[in-house]
């Protein structure tokens, strides 16, 4: 497995010196969540070429706006927008070999569920899904790129918030370049045991978020990670295990001390 973290977690001016950081801290990669704004051919040339100058390999890479999470928006301008946007970040993907990830919609729900969390994409929903779906997998078909789907929890997503109802999207789908992205964050509220989720994916897991059930770095809330990494090593998982949650204080301090906890469930 490879340990990455988030680029919005590690500190510095550039995703050069984002990455040089992490080398220095125990990490292999690095996950580019990039703001829409700021995207231009000078960062792409930048990333591009990371890994040859800092031996960081980016593993990930979602384009970030207010407008993501807005793909099977009714609003058709909306649409459109956040549509070009995934599109776009596949683009890189199939350029340098990354994942990306898409989801049904995203973003706090107003009003928040309460007893009835659980909500089934329809036969029209769910073949306007996988038709999105198969547009955006189109443009890395044929390269080491993939997109992925990723289970997001009730409270920020209507629908798809267990990995069996991805799991059924991928079945449908049935693509090479697609693939599942398991968030420990969102699998503890929506999964009776993040563990067997795993389990059940099998194969079809790409990638993985990291983040305790407080979202905070993992062992600092309950999550049983040794259960979770025994689940990872059981399907034979290689990919990269990539943080995305509070650095809790001082990025120096903290991510160099989670690197050395999850160097020991890795196994290295």
Same mark, same amino acid.
């Given at each position: ?5 988030? &680029? ?8 050069? !010196? ?21 995207? *231009? ?28 999470? *807005? !793909?099977? &928006? ?78 997001? *929890? ?11 109802? *991805? ?63 025994? !689940? ?37």
């Amino acid at each position: 497995m490879m340990l990455a973290c988030s &680029s919005p977690m590690v500190p510095g001016e550039s995703l050069t !010196a984002k990455a040089e950081s992490l080398k220095r801290w125990g990490y292999d990669a690095l996950a580019v969540f990039h703001p829409l704004a700021e995207w *231009n051919d000078g960062v792409r040339r930048e990333l591009v070429t990371l890994e040859q100058r800092t031996g960081v390999r980016p593993v990930e890479f979602v384009l970030i706006d207010e407008i993501y999470g *807005n !793909a099977m &928006s009714p609003d058709a301008e909306r649409r459109a927008r956040c549509r070009a946007m995934y599109l776009e970040a596949a683009s890189v993907c199939a350029e340098i070999g990354t994942v990306t990830e898409i989801e049904y919609e995203y973003g706090a729900r107003d009003p928040l569920p309460l007893f009835h969390p659980y909500q089934k994409l329809d036969a029209g929903q769910t073949e306007q899904f996988i038709d999105f779906y198969r547009e955006v997998l189109a443009v890395v078909e044929g390269t080491p790129g993939r997109v992925l789907l990723e289970p997001i *929890n009730r409270y920020e997503c209507r629908y798809l918030n267990l990995v069996t109802d *991805n799991l059924e999207i991928l079945d449908a789908v049935a693509h090479p370049n697609a693939a599942l992205l398991p968030d420990t964050f969102h699998m503890s509220i929506e999964e009776a045991d993040p563990a067997t989720a795993i389990r059940s994916a099998g194969d079809r897991v790409a990638h993985v978020h990291l983040g305790d059930n407080n979202r905070l770095l993992p062992g600092h809330g309950r999550l049983d990670w040794e259960s979770i990494f025994g !689940a990872l090593h059981e399907i034979g998982f290689d990919g990269a295990v990539n943080l995305e949650c509070s650095t809790e204080g001082d990025p120096a301090v903290t991510l160099p001390a989670t690197a050395e906890r999850l160097r020991e469930l890795i196994g290295e």
